[in-house]
């Protein structure tokens, strides 16, 4: 059975998009999904996205590849670690507030030296049991990271101050939350405000179909107040609950895989990158490859800017000793000796012009792309993230939609919203490998930008038949019966 980009981007658990841009940055291939890949391409994208694989051969079959799967930990090996938190929601609504008084409440007294310092990440302990928490909120980070296949978050706060419910970067966090899968608790903030209205909050949420626990959904919504530092215990034990319903594990036993959240220059320390270990742990001494960067781990601090041996999965970790500042979602690994990282980090290097190339021209992700899979038998999703200029015409292209039928397409709205495009949209269209259906409106500038650079499609239409029937057109195009 050839491999293709497709069976790789199942086998790895990884967006196929993040194996297509691979492919055109490291060997400058625009490939399509359905491609087939060579056994060492699939290796060099494998070490790139920071998985282990291992090639299933059959005996005697002269080198065949009958299957890949990814390296799995023994069960055994498995043990539980702690829960990788992002904390979204509408801007003034307390993030920063949340993210700094659950970090300040648990800082224990005269350790505080570091709390001035910058951290991209931190980790409380509560009653004996370990939270990270992401220090960058916001959605748009959040897909970012995600369009790069960096998926480090396992659960998500969602802010909604309750005097002021459900705004529009709430709607948006939601749609970006639901589109990762991750699952979401909900922080109703500000309850020391005279103001509040809970009720309002609640039925704000479950117009977004977001149904809380006590109205007999899935959500949790637990009362805090960030400012006051009120609710906080019970937000966490909610959030432990959360984790331990989703047993997150990780095997501490191995050579350690992770994402850099950040890099920076700093004058005395050189190349300083916050790193987060999602399997395995990492140690003074490693040999490791972190996007383009590579290098000895010379010093180790965790968040408290304390010098540190080792970070077990979830420990987020400051490190020095790589050549360069490696990128946000930059995937790195430890290999086994240094040579091998430095002679892959200077492939990459070597193809640095393909990468400001495959910002106009990279990985193919169009209509057309995405229904020529469908071809394969499968039914096949087709994300759609649409913008309108007002509540009407929304509505109408919604129930336009929503009368389209395809025996294999299934078509998923996303998100919708009123206004401009903008890149938020063009981050979850990019994570989810969705197109933007533009009603009436323009693309902001960086917007419009930021979709060349992530190859999302944004189609514009001014008459609503139009959206219908391009979808529709282009489906029977390519989904016509083989002869
Ligand atoms: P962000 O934009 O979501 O990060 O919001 P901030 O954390 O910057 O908070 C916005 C404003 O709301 C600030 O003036 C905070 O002091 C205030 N704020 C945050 N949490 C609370 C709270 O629980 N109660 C009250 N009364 N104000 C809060």
Same mark, same amino acid.
């Given at each position: 059975?050839?491999?293709?980009?497709?069976?790789?981007?199942?086998?790895?658990?990884?967006?196929?998009? *993040?194996?297509?841009?691979?492919?055109?940055?490291?060997?400058? %291939?625009?490939?399509?999904?359905?491609?087939?890949?060579?056994?060492?391409?699939a290796?060099?994208?494998?070490?790139?996205?920071?998985v282990?694989?291992?090639?299933?051969?059959?005996?005697?079959?002269? @080198?065949?590849?009958?299957?890949?799967?990814?390296?799995?930990?023994?069960p055994?090996?498995?043990?539980?670690?702690?829960?990788?938190?992002?904390?979204?929601?509408?801007?003034?609504?307390?993030?920063?507030?949340?993210?700094d008084?659950?970090?300040?409440?648990?800082?224990?007294?005269?350790?505080?030296?570091?709390?001035?310092?910058?951290?991209?990440?931190?980790?409380?302990?509560?009653?004996?049991?370990?939270?990270?928490?992401?220090?960058?909120?916001?959605?748009? *980070? $959040?897909?970012?990271?995600?369009?790069?296949?960096?998926?480090?978050?396992?659960m998500?706060?969602?802010?909604?101050?309750?005097?002021?419910?459900?705004?529009?970067?709430?709607?948006?966090?939601?749609?970006?939350?639901?589109?990762?899968?991750?699952?979401?608790?909900?922080?109703?903030?500000?309850?020391?405000?005279?103001?509040?209205?809970?009720?309002k909050?609640?039925?704000?949420?479950?117009?977004?179909?977001?149904? /809380?626990?006590?109205?007999?959904?899935?959500?949790?919504?637990?009362?805090?107040?960030?400012?006051?530092?009120?609710?906080?215990?019970?937000?966490?034990?909610?959030?432990?609950?959360?984790?331990?319903?989703?047993?997150?594990?990780?095997?501490?036993?191995?050579?350690?895989?992770?994402?850099?959240?950040?890099?920076?220059?700093?004058?005395?320390?050189?190349?300083?990158?916050?790193?987060?270990?999602?399997?395995?742990?990492?140690?003074?001494?490693?040999?490791?490859?972190?996007?383009?960067?590579?290098?000895?781990?010379?010093?180790?601090?965790?968040?408290?800017?304390?010098?540190? @041996?080792?970070?077990?999965?979830a420990?987020?970790?400051?490190?020095?000793?790589?050549?360069?500042? /490696?990128?946000?979602?930059?995937?790195?690994?430890?290999?086994?000796?240094?040579?091998?990282?430095?002679?892959?980090?200077?492939?990459?290097?070597?193809?640095?012009?393909?990468?400001?190339?495959?910002?106009?021209?990279?990985?193919?992700?169009?209509?057309?792309?995405?229904?020529?899979? *469908?071809?394969?038998?499968?039914?096949?999703?087709?994300?759609? &993230?649409?913008?309108?200029?007002?509540?009407?015409?929304?509505?109408?292209?919604?129930?336009?939609?929503?009368k389209? %039928?395809?025996?294999?397409?299934?078509?998923?709205?996303?998100?919708?919203g009123?206004?401009?495009?903008?890149?938020?949209?063009?981050?979850?269209?990019?994570?989810?490998?969705?197109?933007?259906?533009? $009603?009436h409106?323009? *693309?902001?500038?960086?917007?419009?930008?930021?979709?060349?650079?992530?190859?999302?499609?944004?189609?514009?239409?001014? &008459?609503?038949?139009?959206?219908?029937?391009?979808?529709?057109?282009?489906?029977?195009?390519?989904?016509?019966?083989?002869?």
């Amino acid at each position: 059975v050839p491999m293709t980009v497709r069976s790789l981007s199942e086998a790895m658990g990884r967006p196929a998009k *993040a194996i297509m841009s691979i492919l055109f940055k490291e060997f400058g %291939e625009m490939v399509t999904i359905n491609q087939i890949i060579e056994e060492e391409t699939a290796l060099a994208v494998a070490l790139e996205l920071g998985v282990d694989l291992t090639f299933k051969r059959q005996k005697g079959a002269q @080198e065949t590849v009958t299957e890949i799967v990814e390296m799995e930990d023994a069960p055994e090996d498995l043990v539980t670690r702690p829960p990788i938190i992002t904390v979204l929601g509408h801007v003034d609504h307390g993030k920063t507030t949340l993210v700094d008084s659950l970090r300040n409440s648990k800082v224990v007294e005269g350790e505080a030296g570091g709390i001035t310092q910058h951290i991209a990440a931190y980790q409380i302990d509560y009653n004996g049991h370990k939270l990270t928490f992401v220090d960058t909120p916001g959605h748009a *980070a $959040f897909s970012e990271m995600r369009s790069r296949g960096a998926n480090v978050t396992d659960m998500v706060v969602l802010v909604v101050a309750a005097d002021d419910g459900v705004m529009p970067q709430t709607a948006e966090s939601i749609s970006h939350v639901k589109a990762s899968g991750v699952p979401m608790v909900v922080a109703m903030n500000k309850i020391d405000l005279p103001d509040v209205n809970e009720q309002k909050v609640l039925q704000d949420l479950t117009a977004q179909n977001v149904l /809380p626990s006590e109205w007999g959904g899935e959500t949790d919504v637990v009362r805090v107040s960030a400012l006051k530092g009120t609710g906080l215990d019970d937000l966490l034990e909610t959030l432990l609950l959360t984790a331990e319903l989703h047993e997150l594990k990780a095997n501490p036993n191995r050579p350690a895989v992770g994402v850099c959240l950040e890099g920076f220059r700093d004058e005395g320390r050189g190349s300083v990158a916050w790193l987060i270990v999602q399997k395995g742990t990492l140690r003074i001494g490693d040999a490791v490859i972190c996007g383009k960067s590579y290098g000895y781990i010379r010093a180790m601090y965790d968040d408290m800017d304390q010098q540190i @041996e080792e970070a077990p999965p979830a420990m987020p970790v400051k490190v020095t000793g790589l050549d360069t500042v /490696p990128g946000a979602g930059d995937h790195f690994v430890v290999v086994d000796d240094i040579d091998q990282a430095r002679a892959l980090a200077e492939e990459r290097r070597h193809e640095g012009r393909a990468d400001v190339l495959s910002r106009h021209s990279g990985g193919p992700r169009t209509l057309e792309d995405i229904l020529g899979s *469908a071809r394969e038998g499968a039914i096949q999703d087709l994300p759609l &993230i649409i913008k309108a200029d007002t509540p009407g015409s929304l509505e109408a292209i919604r129930s336009e939609i929503g009368k389209f %039928e395809h025996p294999e397409v299934r078509v998923k709205i996303l998100h919708e919203g009123i206004g401009g495009v903008n890149e938020s949209d063009v981050y979850l269209a990019s994570a989810s490998n969705a197109i933007i259906i533009a $009603f009436h409106v323009v *693309a902001e500038d960086r917007a419009q930008n930021l979709a060349s650079q992530e190859d999302v499609e944004i189609r514009r239409y001014s &008459i609503i038949y139009e959206v219908v029937d391009d979808i529709r057109q282009s489906l029977e195009g390519l989904l016509r019966p083989e002869l």
